[in-house]
């Protein structure tokens, strides 16, 4: 049973462009929303996060869209740049573990 | 000045051979993770421990065993590798809040 959905599973953005990436979720018990992001050769690292109190969170240009009721959250980058370029991951978690999602290959064109 | 270390950074080895992966942190954290990372596949997690005295199974702890020698250092070992354990491997660490802190991550290859 696949927890955490995410897709699509590869992106590609013009520059300036927005990227949006969502994941959805079956386990009701999940009590944070995070998005973490990975560069060749380095480990995750958080990019932004939200609890289910709020429905929107941003964060320069980063933004999570929240839904509660259909268990989906969304991660949007508003004038994408090739410096995001990056494999992103949805980490829904609950009981302090996380549970990640497959992965979005985003690639910036220039 | 990395705040999570882990060494080996690369090793191949053989079927059947015991490898041991360390994990140190600098954060002063309670909370340790290992996962292991497979193209596609995301980031599964293998053990963690929430304190020296604390350790529970992830999602995929068959084949794998770990200790957690001190709040600074958790290891991960392979008592007889196999090649479809050729992964990835990251630790991580947390402490009261959920961000996870990983390390720069561990590339296996089993023969």
């Known amino acids: 049973q696949q927890q955490v959905k995410q897709s699509p599973q590869s992106l590609i953005v013009q520059k300036g462009g927005i990227s949006i990436i969502n994941c959805a979720y079956e386990?009701?018990?999940?009590?944070?929303f995070p998005w973490y992001q990975q560069f060749p050769g380095k480990g995750p690292a958080l990019l932004i996060a939200?609890?289910?109190?709020?429905s929107e969170k941003k964060e320069g240009r980063f933004t999570i869209s929240f839904n509660k009721s259909a268990k989906q959250f969304s991660l949007h980058i508003m004038d994408s740049q090739p410096g995001d370029s990056a494999t992103y991951f949805c980490?829904?978690?609950?009981?302090?573990?996380?549970?990640f999602g497959k992965g979005t290959m985003l690639l910036v064109s220039p | 000045d990395a705040d999570v270390t882990q060494t080996p950074r690369n090793r191949i080895t053989k079927t059947g051979k015991r490898i041991m992966l360390e994990c140190s942190q600098t954060?002063?954290?309670?909370?340790m993770y290992w996962y292991r990372q497979d193209p596609g596949l995301g980031l599964r997690l293998i053990y963690y421990s929430f304190d020296v005295k604390d350790i529970n199974k992830g999602e995929i702890s068959d084949g794998y065993s770990v200790s957690r020698q001190a709040q600074a250092k958790f290891s991960l070992s392979l008592e007889s590798a196999i090649p479809n354990q050729t992964a990835l491997y990251f630790c991580?660490?947390?402490?009261?809040?959920?961000?996870?802190?990983f390390g720069p991550g561990t590339r296996l290859t089993v023969l």
């Open positions: 939200i609890r289910p109190d709020v």
């Open positions: 954060k002063g954290h309670d909370r």
């Open positions: 991580a660490t947390s402490g009261w809040g959920l961000e996870q802190f």
């Open positions: 386990n009701t018990a999940f009590d944070y």
């Open positions: 980490a829904p978690s609950g009981y302090s573990t996380l549970t």
